[in-house]
């Protein structure tokens, strides 16, 4: 059993920044990804960035140079370091890891709520 643990949200102004991190404890899976998502009312989850543990990244386009995500695999953590926020940006912000040839073998973070002030 894997649990995550968010830490970081919070309110922030537009073109501010904010920097989460996700602490992961108990067996992750030896490959695996670690990433976040976020989600707004009515919407479905959609993905932020992810990252493996090789370091290989993606991110969704509407982030790309804006957010950066990195993982310590020594602490099993994963940060993501986001600036030039975006009123748009708000939304409850999910840490997952999940294995990397069986994604749905997966386990998710309680969420961690961010908002953009306009």
């Known amino acids: 059993q894997v649990q995550l643990v968010e830490s970081g949200g919070g309110l922030v102004q537009a073109g501010g920044s904010l920097r989460l991190s996700c602490a992961a404890s108990?067996?992750?899976?030896?490959?695996?990804?670690m990433g976040w998502y976020r989600q707004t009312p009515g919407k479905q989850r959609e993905l932020v960035a992810t990252?493996?543990?090789?370091?290989?990244?993606n991110y969704a386009d509407s982030v790309k140079g804006r957010f950066t995500i990195s993982r310590d695999n020594a602490k099993n953590t994963v940060y993501l370091q986001m600036n030039s926020l975006k009123p748009e940006d708000t939304a409850v912000y999910y840490c997952?890891?999940?294995?990397?040839?069986?994604?749905?073998?997966?386990?998710w973070g309680q969420g961690t709520q961010i908002t953009v002030s306009s």
């Open positions: 990252i493996t543990n090789a370091g290989s990244t």
């Open positions: 997952n890891t999940h294995h990397m040839y069986y994604p749905t073998l997966d386990y």
């Open positions: 108990g067996m992750l899976f030896s490959v695996n990804v």
